[in-house]
């Protein structure tokens, strides 16, 4: 029978690897995100009112405008 460290370090590398997955998986939909985050502020929504839309900071919004 394992002992309980070998099956955390076991669990632990799935884990990881299953979170890589899921992190990439949203990686395309962050950036339709960002790309209508960017056209709302070049229409002339304040970054404020983005923020409060989206549900993020307006700190987040800046850095995705300017990025």
Known sequence: MP???TELASFAK???ERLA???AAG???RAER????RAAYRR???MAAIARVMGISHQRVSQIVRS
Do not use: H, R, S, T
């Open 3 to 5: 002992d309980a460290q």
């Open 34 to 37: 960002d790309k209508a985050i």
């Open 14 to 16: 799935d884990y990881g």
């Open 27 to 29: 990686e395309p939909l």
């Open 44 to 46: 002339g929504l304040p």
């Open 21 to 23: 997955a899921w992190e």
